[in-house]
């Protein structure tokens, strides 16, 4: 395992395993749609996602990683309302990028493990 040899008894089995393996990260990688601006309506579910997505940086950990610097957490809320749109968009994009980056790695751990526990069962014939 892992030095370019398959565990799998028979190609069947290695096919079934790829095919998980596609299923898995074609779900957690494809981009929501977006939504036809001929059709959008304004409705109170729009109003508190757009809500949601200004308290990113509240509910981020960068708060509470500023407080425990010995800021408090009130300043660091406040100092954040201060700040140019434009700054404060840049840095979403970076706390996004981040965050899909963490996504893709815990994704790869996980078909990592899958693979070692589907080479063990299959192993197991």
């Known amino acids: 395992m892992g030095k370019g040899k398959t565990a799998f008894r028979n190609p069947r089995n290695q ?9 898995m990260v074609s779900k957690k ?3 929501p749609k977006k939504p036809d601006s ?3 309506k304004l409705s109170f579910a729009t109003t508190s996602v757009d809500v949601k997505k200004l308290d ?3 509910n ?8 425990s610097f010995g800021f408090y957490e009130h ?3 406040q100092r954040w309302s201060f ?12 706390f ?26 299959f192993e197991a014939d």
Do not use: G
């Open 96 to 121: 996004e990028m981040l965050q899909a980056k963490e996504e893709c790695y815990y994704v790869s751990e996980k078909i990592k493990l899958l693979h070692e526990v589907a080479s063990l069962i």
């Open 38 to 40: 001929s059709k959008q």
């Open 15 to 23: 096919r079934s395993f790829k095919m998980c393996i596609y299923n």
């Open 75 to 77: 300043d660091v809320k």
């Open 56 to 58: 990113w940086f509240e």
């Open 83 to 94: 700040l140019p749109v434009e700054t404060k968009k840049k840095l979403e994009e970076r």
């Open 29 to 31: 990688i494809q981009k």
């Open 60 to 67: 981020s950990f960068l708060v509470p990683s500023l407080a």
